[in-house]
């Protein structure tokens, strides 16, 4: 790959973005556009070239460990990859996309199926089943405690949500409800029903699979 120095002004992945259009740019221009600049010994584009080679369709689904493993990549870069990333999902799924079947919910969670520690989701839905929005509501192990409906409910009603879907990963692969997993759901259903705001589904998902509850007879 030629270096940014060897390659003309007009043709550099910031200038063409700029003159032509940003969709006539490779993925490794993207990035370069995104990063900035390289490291001593190491320009932008090869810095990029290395993101690209390591990472290739999964680049979306990196965690900030990762991406700062690659040299030429420190905080600030990793940061503003992934929040490139984050905001593109965040636009997705404005596009008054309709949740109908568990399978419309994976396209928002694919970058927590393989996460190692578990990641609890909620998506919040307006009366006709459209995303409004989606978050992390929580990371680590999942429990009664740490899941407290407050913490699920408080967004949902200021977004005045007719319903929510709730989605979590299984690192070990194992999309099985776990005990711990029924009793967090009814919990929250319960909390649902006295606000106003149904559950729609609780959706349990890993790399190989997923579980829906509702489809279980478990809501």
Known sequence: MKKITDIPDMDKPREKLIQRDVSTLSNVELLAVLIGRGVRGKDVLQVAA?????????????????????????????????????????YFGKKDVKITFPTDVLPFVMEIRDKNQEHFVCISLNGA?????????????????????????????????????????????????????????????????????KIHDHIIVSKDGYTSMKERGLI
């Open 129 to 197: 089943n459209e995303v409004i929005e989606k978050r992390v509501v929580t990371v680590g192990l999942l429990n009664a405690n740490q899941v407290h409906p407050r913490e699920i409910f408080s967004d949902a009603i200021a977004e005045r949500a007719a319903s929510i879907i709730l989605v979590h990963n299984h690192p070990s692969g194992n999309t099985e409800p776990s005990h711990e997993d029924i009793v967090v759901t009814k919990r929250l259903v319960e909390a649902g029903e006295i606000l106003g705001i």
């Open 50 to 90: 290395e993101v690209d080679r390591r990472f290739k369709d999964d680049l979306d689904r990196v965690g900030f460990e990762e991406l700062v493993e690659v040299d030429g990549i420190g905080a600030v870069k990793a940061s503003q990859i992934l929040a490139s990333f984050e905001l593109a999902r965040r």
